[in-house]
Every structure is written in structure tokens, then in C-alpha cells.
């Protein structure tokens, strides 16, 4: 890996940002209005706020280098698998749903990989623990062993 | 009464305003509902605040204007407006509002805020909670208040008034007005509830004010009603039908969910309000008295002594995914719309937190996936009841991770910066977020919803959020990133 440039002048570097363009890249195009609506009450309704299924989209679409553009139609669909609880997670069923298993892997990625990683290099080993070893239920070192 | 006739309208939505200025002739009123657009400050002088340029946006908006009460609901045995009550009447008076409105639901317990709004306890108690509830509100807000007819995904009871004839109880005791939302009750009969059809024969319709319409789609055997595009033909068909017998109808609203616009477009929009104007030159058409309305019992029997306040604990506790422990616990866990409702409120909550801190999420979705970030917000979800502004939903996950310190790079020092702009849109304050890396190409990043490949130079970085003003970058930024002078 590159040996990281160190900044040694005196002073922190200070950026200034208005919080409404720190909020949202593209702020100064949006009004105040949408700025509260994301802060405020959700608006009045009965249905299913596809947002989260939208952003989780997104994400993924983003991380394939597909159109990165929110799709609300996937995320409707998204929805719909969600209620039949198919989960493409690739932890082990007894990992799934154990969150103190699933903080207890983050750690153990940590560890490996140093405690200043950058988040592409965490990103890729947390994967690779989650998508390979599928980690095991006793989160046992020796699994690492099967990766790499 | 004697209310202005307004028309066709909206519920306003900032996503929806290309729409007005292109066309503000199909739009006679818009209707705002003002909690969607404050910032909740739990720790401020006020619990609630607007900005001032927001107000004089809103009025300068074209049409008359209605406000929809989101935060207020009269169909529970718990209020929480006190609070909410300055606002909610200074909207009224800004936006010259002739009437208001509020859901025949509750989204409180005594302990938590539900995350959604459920269908009150329909028994003749209920009616007397429900229309002093209705009686308060109206005094606060100074204008007449019509009460909104509500989604019920659970199966109906034998224990309870059916739907129809409870709106009526409740509207007649109260002496208010009907916001009759159509598509609320065609979700109902949808899911097996009355049908319209019967659920009008109860109604007093010279009690109707106004009409909302939106469409929805199915999930898992249910309709839902999520505002997602245009009114399900057989719907419209029905309207045809019913809106010439509404002697009174002030105002037809159509409603979609902005998340919704990117896929339906402006363009649906703008064929659905010019079909609703159809639907507004037949409103009356039929003399006063043709509604053959079904005579009202004298008593309903209450089969179970279920109060209010009991329903509204046992069936809160429930959404929100705690176990039942009551007999009515037990037996409300049998339905099958109370996983639906979970399932809808995670949703909502969700969302919630993806909005306000966009970036931390998307840290988390892309460096753990998105399959793990939602088993840490299911983590999150069974140890703390939803919020009722999505800043303060935000805010509790924020402190959740904190607690949890999970060492994933640069999150807290993320989370940290969203925190602090978040807090500076609702009071004003400008704070300052520290770097130990250069934060522009992380920031950048994320909001391309990639993680960075290389991390930026280490240093000593600070972000200082301001609530207004230029957006400015020290020159030894430049010095030190790109090597100049």
C-alpha cells in the first residue's frame, strides 16, 4: 500500500460548510422544504416507505458500477422479498441474527487488518469473511485459514 | 357550515412543486401538513421549530391552502398536541387554512410513539374518548376540524362498532366534519374490512368536507395503501358513484408519496388531478336527502370491556415487536395484520435513518452490506420504540452506534459530521467535526454511494458547519492535496 501522506503544518485544516450544503451534495439546488421533509414527521400514510429498500438499491447498484440512480420499482420489490424474510445475507444462520456475532466479526476484521485500515480494504476482507467463511458459529481464527 | 368550496388539490410535497409552477391552473389548493416540515428540539427552548423563509414559501405557494394535521391524532385516549399546538395553529393562521383536518387514529401509548397510525378501540366508550379528543384539538386550532376516515389492516371483531357507523358516532358527537379518504376504505375492503359501499350507507355524507384519493399496490395478500401512483380504476368507477352524493364536498385531494415520483413522474400527477376535476363537477349532483343512510342503533354492545387505553397499549406494544403478555396481547398477536404493521413500521423507521444520515448508512451498507446493516438496525429497532420526527428516529441510532463504538473506519467520525448537521439545520449553531484524514474525498465518496479505494492524507482536518454562508476551504487545503502554493 502507498505510504500515506502526512500533513505536518501547524493548525488544523478547516473547511466551512453552510449546513444545508453539508446535508446534500446537491443542496443548492434543492429548497429548504426538502431539506426539513427528510428531518421532519414522516408525511401521512399507510403504506410502505420504500426508502430504505430505494438507498439499499443503491448501494449495491452503486457498488457494481450500475446505474446508480434510485430505482423506486426495485425497491418495491426489494420490499416484497423482505416480507417473505429471504435474506441473501452470507452469515450462517446462527450468526444471522445474533448482533453481538455479528459486532464480534466486525472486531475480528478489525484485527487483521490493522487499526487504521482504509474502508476499501475493510470493505473487501469483511466481505470476504462474510461471503467465504460464511463465518462459523464458534467465529473460530482458523477459518480466516480457508481464504487466504 | 358555510366553508369556501376550494377544489382540486394536493398534498403539497417539495418534489411536487415543478408541478405547480407549470401548472398552476389543475391546482386550486394545496394542503400542508405542517408537522412533516419542523425539526423537532428536544433540548431547546421551544419543542418544535420552522424556518421563517419556509412559512413565507408555503403562503406564496399557488391556491388556497388546507392543513393536514400529521402529529395530532384524535383517535386515542393519549394527546401529545399541547406541544405541537403554537405551530399548528400559526399554521393555520398563515396559510389562511378555512378548515383543518386529523386522522381517527392513535399513534401514542403511555409510554412510546407507535411509528404508525393505528385504528382505535371502536366501541361506544371510544366514541366519547375520541369525539373530546376531536373537541380539544378544534379548540386549539380555532377552525373547524374534520376527522379522516383510517387504514385497518387487522381483521374486523365481533367486539367492535363496525367502521362506518364508529366514524359516524364519532363525527356526530363531536359535531365535526368527514375527510372521507377513498382509497383508505378501498384498502379496507381490500383486506376484508366493510366495504365502501356499506361503510357510506352509515355515514352522515352531508358530514363530508373533502375527499382523498391515492393508489396503492399488494403485498403478501395485502393492499396497501402507500400513495404510490395513480387511483385503481375500480376505485375511480366507485367515486363516480359516490361523489355526486356529497352535498357538501369542499375539496378533492389526490396524495402520492414523493419516493414514488422518480418512477411514475410529474406527468401521472397531473392526469390524475385533471381526472379528479371530472370527479368535482359531479360533486352534489344528487338533491340533499337521496342518501338512504342506514339508521343508527341505539347502543352497540361491548362483548369484551376492552378500554381505549387497553387497546392502545396492547396493540402498540405489539407493532413495535414486543412480546404479547396480556390476553388481548395474545389474542391481537393472532392477526395477521399485526406482522404486516411491524414489517410497515420498520420500514418507516428505516427509511427514517437512511434520510438523516445518508452517509453513515451508506458507510455501513457498503463496508458490512446491506444485509448486516439491517441486522443492526433490527438490533437497534428491539431496544428502542420509534420517534416521531425522523431527526430524533436518527438521532437515537446515532446513539446507539455510539454506545456499540464499532471500529469500522472513519464511521464515527462520519456520523459525527451528519450529527452536527443535523443539529445545526434545527437550532442554528454552527459546530465544528474533526478529521484525522482528509474528509472531502470520503464525504465525496459515500455520497456516490461508493467507498474510497484510497484513504486521503492523514493531518489534522476540521469541518466547520455553519447554519447559512459561503462554503469555504482554507487555502493550505489546496497546499497540502494538491501540492500548491
Not at chain 1, 453539508?22 to 401521512?44: H, N, Q, T, W
Request: proline share 8%.
Amino acid at each position: 500500500m502507498e505510504q500515506k501522506r502526512k500533513m505536518r503544518a501547524a493548525g488544523p485544516i478547516r473547511i466551512t460548510l453552510p449546513a444545508k450544503v453539508a446535508y446534500s451534495p446537491d443542496a443548492l439546488k434543492e429548497s429548504i422544504a426538502s431539506v426539513m421533509e427528510r428531518i421532519g414527521c414522516p408525511k401521512c400514510f399507510s403504506g410502505a416507505d420504500c426508502f430504505f429498500q430505494m438507498e439499499r438499491s443503491f448501494v449495491l447498484d452503486a457498488s457494481l458500477n450500475a446505474d446508480p440512480s434510485p430505482q423506486p420499482s426495485r425497491a418495491v420489490t426489494g420490499f416484497a422479498a423482505r416480507q417473505s424474510h429471504e435474506y441473501t445475507v452470507g452469515l450462517s444462520q446462527g450468526v444471522k441474527h445474533d448482533i453481538n456475532r455479528v459486532y464480534r466479526a466486525v472486531d475480528k476484521v478489525i484485527d487483521i487488518i490493522g487499526a487504521h485500515p482504509c474502508i476499501s480494504g475493510f470493505d473487501i476482507l469483511f466481505k470476504d469473511v462474510l461471503q467465504t467463511i460464511v463465518i462459523p458459529e464458534n467465529l473460530e481464527a482458523q477459518a480466516f485459514d480457508q481464504r487466504f | 357550515m358555510n366553508l369556501p368550496e376550494l377544489g382540486v388539490g394536493l398534498i403539497y410535497s417539495s418534489a411536487l412543486e415543478p408541478l405547480l409552477t407549470e401548472a398552476p391552473d389543475l391546482i386550486n389548493v394545496l394542503e400542508i401538513e405542517p408537522q412533516t416540515l419542523w425539526a423537532e428540539q428536544k433540548e431547546g427552548e421551544v419543542p418544535y421549530v420552522i424556518p421563517p423563509e419556509l412559512d413565507e414559501h408555503l403562503a406564496s405557494l399557488p391556491g388556497r391552502k388546507l392543513v393536514h394535521s400529521v402529529g395530532t391524532p384524535v383517535g386515542g385516549s393519549i394527546q401529545s398536541y399541547e406541544a405541537q399546538m403554537p405551530l399548528l395553529r400559526d399554521a393555520v393562521e398563515k396559510l389562511q387554512a378555512p378548515w383543518a383536518s386529523e386522522h381517527l387514529s392513535f399513534n401514542l401509548t403511555d409510554d412510546f410513539f407507535t411509528g404508525f397510525f393505528l385504528p382505535p378501540r371502536q366501541t361506544e366508550e371510544g366514541v366519547l374518548v375520541y369525539a373530546e379528543a376531536v373537541r380539544k384539538l378544534r379548540a386549539g386550532l380555532g377552525v373547524p376540524l374534520a376527522i379522516e376516515t383510517g387504514v385497518n389492516y387487522l381483521r374486523p371483531r365481533a367486539d367492535e362498532i363496525p367502521d362506518g357507523a364508529f366514524m359516524a358516532a364519532v363525527a356526530e358527537e363531536a359535531d365535526c366534519g368527514i375527510l372521507l379518504d377513498l382509497h383508505n376504505l378501498y384498502t379496507n375492503q381490500r383486506n376484508g374490512r366493510q366495504t365502501i359501499e356499506a361503510f357510506l350507507a352509515d355515514l352522515p355524507l352531508e358530514r363530508v368536507w373533502e375527499v382523498h384519493l391515492a393508489g396503492g399496490f399488494e403485498v403478501e395478500g395485502f393492499w396497501l395503501d402507500s400513495h404510490s401512483g395513480a387511483v385503481p380504476e375500480p376505485l375511480f368507477a366507485l367515486c363516480q358513484e359516490v361523489i355526486p352524493n356529497l352535498p357538501n364536498l369542499k375539496a378533492i385531494i389526490f396524495e402520492i408519496f414523493a419516493s414514488f415520483l422518480p418512477q411514475v413522474g410529474l406527468e401521472t400527477v397531473r392526469a390524475e388531478l385533471e381526472k379528479l376535476r371530472g370527479l368535482w363537477e359531479l360533486r352534489g349532483a344528487q338533491p340533499v336527502g337521496n342518501n338512504q343512510r342506514n339508521s343508527r342503533p341505539a347502543t352497540y354492545p361491548d362483548v369484551a370491556p376492552i378500554s381505549p387505553h387497553e387497546w392502545e397499549k396492547a396493540l402498540g406494544k405489539l407493532v413495535i415487536g414486543r412480546s404479547p403478555e396480556t390476553a388481548l396481547e395474545a389474542d391481537l398477536a393472532k392477526d395477521p395484520g399485526v406482522p404486516l404493521v411491524q414489517s410497515l413500521i420498520k420500514e418507516f423507521r428505516g427509511s427514517m435513518v437512511v434520510q438523516v444520515y445518508r452517509l453513515t448508512c451508506r458507510l455501513l451498507m457498503l463496508a458490512l452490506t446491506p444485509d448486516v446493516f439491517r441486522v443492526i438496525l433490527e438490533d437497534f429497532w428491539s431496544q428502542t420504540p420509534p420517534q416521531q420526527f425522523a431527526a430524533s428516529e436518527a438521532e437515537a441510532f446515532g446513539d446507539y452506534l455510539v454506545a456499540k463504538n464499532l471500529r469500522l473506519p472513519q464511521l464515527q467520525n462520519i456520523l459525527a459530521f451528519e450529527r452536527a448537521t443535523v443539529r445545526t439545520l434545527t437550532d442554528g449553531k454552527p459546530r465544528l467535526v474533526h478529521f484525522n484524514v482528509d474528509p472531502l474525498p470520503i464525504l465525496r465518496a459515500l455520497s456516490e454511494g461508493r467507498l474510497l479505494a484510497e484513504p486521503g492524507p492523514e493531518g489534522d482536518y476540521e469541518i466547520e458547519i455553519t447554519p447559512e454562508g459561503p462554503l469555504t476551504i482554507s487555502p493550505r487545503y489546496e497546499a497540502v492535496r494538491y501540492g500548491r502554493s
